[in-house]
């Protein structure tokens, strides 16, 4: 079994009701890094592009049949040249994904692949199964998902840079993207680049010259109006040229920040290696011809499968690993019904922006609670993330908080705030109250325990058992475990779209400690002042705690004012 190694950076794009999506699938065999800024079009000869023998491009549809190789001598065609076929068929032979199309409103928006395998390189170890991961995923697109097909096998730097540049020229406000790359990739200084078949590398700076930057990819896609995008990368492969660990040069590849609209995948977690698989297919993208035709998954769902699938075949050894920040629901193949319920959490939003913290719409339903008892839960909002320290020193700033909490050394920004009491919480929800006229309070703890369960029922809610590279505790690291904050949204979210539910640091709740759950009626009110409280809750557990106490129903107690390296908040709002 060979290794692959994650160091790409994924992107897909999703596709929702009535809207439109992108969504990109990276698929490297080597390390690639975060990166933000190479521009395409350098001035190299063009070599030939193979789809079924070296060299051609083709872009295809469902419908349509592919063309024939041509000589490798012959000059590329640009892709937009490329003829397509788009006559109609009778209903009776009109693919699957082609009827839903027409059955179905959320797959009314036109969808767009592109789809890379690099496999045969000219200084770098060959990959076989790049090629044929590559022709699995166009067919799979084509024909079962409705996708036009633009495929490159085999392509050097100039042939992608122009690939790239056409399939983002089709992305509009109406258009589904999806980029699929497997091949060799590497993570240099922290950013992610993906090697055309020519790249010649010996040190760090040639990768600018010579390969593609992963960044400049979401960048170019992020400035398009395609409202969701979704990278996927299946990285395998450590140190294709032999070029050792330094501190240029790392393993796997780095993790990325998705931007707004964006789903990040990973074959694997960051800095680790994925397998190849022995068959034809590396063990990712095997698991992804398994789920994404199947009916009725939204995009999250079906990279939960996948992971779950690649977990029972590699013996829980490589973990998938996605960051998200779709804003809408995305069906790669919707049902024949959609499920309203499914779909309703999914609206994330803020109420002003400088400063506001996104918030994800939660749906009415019931809680159960473990004793035989349910809880009925009205509609209401809640922060996708902790609150961090941006947005803290932004109340400071603004006088609304008069604390300045400690981070320890190990960083502000994006990291969840630490050293907070429950009234200095409140200080913050009063104020964001006053800033945008709206209720912001913090969530009551049945409110927050539905939120983290997300509908799954189940201890975490990525299933029954503790698994390494999910969250932020004591225990639930692959590696050495991470006595520190992390920066929100470093671990895959809930089905329902929230961030760091278990671990990383405990949220204060509203409610008072009651040594029942769910507690007395009043209890758990929505006023956040009750009337001889002198001990209130938190949830979720830290990166000091053990993985047993970061599930959904773990209870903790704190006094109020007790300020704490591994206590911070996460804001809810009435609807």
């Known amino acids: 079994m060979t290794n692959r190694s994650n160091s790409i950076e994924p992107f897909s794009l999703p596709t929702f009701a009535g809207e439109a999506a992108f969504l990109i699938i990276l698929v490297a065999t080597m390390g690639v890094a975060n990166a933000q800024g190479t521009s395409f079009g350098s001035p190299m000869k063009p070599t030939a592009i193979a789809i079924e023998k070296p060299p051609v491009v083709t872009v295809t549809t469902g419908d349509d049949r592919l063309p024939q190789p041509v000589k490798s001598q012959e000059r590329q065609k640009p892709v937009a040249q490329v003829k397509r076929q788009r006559e109609p068929l009778p209903e009776n032979q009109k693919p699957v994904a082609q009827a839903n199309k027409q059955r179905v409103g959320a797959t009314t928006e036109h969808r767009v692949a592109l789809v890379i395998g690099n496999g045969k390189y000219d200084r770098a170890q060959s990959l076989p199964n790049a090629v044929n991961d590559a022709r699995a995923m166009s067919a799979l697109l084509k024909k079962d998902l409705n996708f036009e097909v633009i495929e490159l096998i085999d392509a050097n730097k100039v042939a992608m840079e122009q690939a790239i540049r056409d399939f ?88 990325v920040a998705s931007p707004s ?50 977990l029972k075949q590699t013996k829980n050894t490589q973990i998938p690993w996605e960051t998200t920040s779709l804003e809408r629901p995305w069906y790669f193949r919707p049902p024949a019904k959609l499920d309203e319920r499914k779909i309703a959490f999914r609206k994330i939003f803020r109420d002003c922006e400088e400063n506001c913290p996104d918030l994800i719409e939660i749906p009415k339903g019931v809680l159960p609670t473990g004793n035989g008892s349910k809880v009925s839960v009205s509609h209401f909002a809640i922060g996708k993330f902790e609150i961090t320290f941006d947005e803290w020193d932004a109340c400071v700033a603004a006088k609304g908080c008069s604390h300045v909490p400690l981070d320890q050394g190990w960083g502000r920004g994006r990291r969840p705030v630490i050293d907070i009491s429950w ?115 938190a949830r ?14 773990y209870r903790d107690v704190a006094v109020p004012k007790k300020r704490s390296r591994t206590l911070g908040f996460r804001i809810a709002r009435d609807l």
């Open 423 to 537: 009234q200095d919480a409140m200080e913050y929800v009063d104020w964001l109250a006053r800033k945008t006229n709206k209720r912001y309070r913090l969530p009551t703890e049945v409110e927050w325990q539905y939120a983290a369960d997300a509908g799954t029922g189940t201890p975490y809610f990525w299933g029954k058992d503790a698994v390494k590279d999910y969250a932020n505790c004591f225990g639930c690291s692959s590696s050495d475990p991470k006595r520190w904050t992390l920066p929100v949204g470093s671990f895959p979210p809930n089905p329902w779209g929230l961030h760091d539910t278990a671990g990383n640091v405990a949220e204060w709740v509203a409610s008072c400690w009651t040594s029942e759950f769910p507690p007395p009626k009043g209890a758990d009110a929505m006023l956040q002042s009750i009337p001889g409280c002198g001990v209130r809750v």
């Open 261 to 310: 609209g964006t789903l990040v995948a990973f074959a694997t977690s960051p800095g680790n290696t994925a397998s190849d698989g022995d068959g034809a297919n590396g063990v990712y993208t095997g698991a992804l011809l398994n789920v994404l035709a199947k009916p009725g998954l939204l995009a999250e769902e079906a990279f939960r499968e996948v992971r779950q699938q690649v």
């Open 540 to 553: 979720g557990g830290s990166f000091e705690t053990v993985p047993h106490n970061i599930t959904a129903t």
């Open 168 to 255: 983002v020229g089709r992305l509009g406000e109406k258009s589904a993207g999806l980029l699929y790359y497997a091949g060799h990739a590497m993570q240099i200084s922290d950013r992610n680049y993906l090697l055309p078949v020519d790249a010649v590398v010996a040190k760090g700076s040639d990768f600018r010259g010579n390969a593609i930057d992963v960044g400049s990819i979401l960048k170019q896609m992020g400035a398009t109006k395609s409202p969701v995008k979704i990278v996927i990368l299946d990285a395998c492969r450590d140190d294709p040229f032999r070029l050792g660990k330094s501190g240029e040069f790392l393993q796997g590849l780095s993790p």
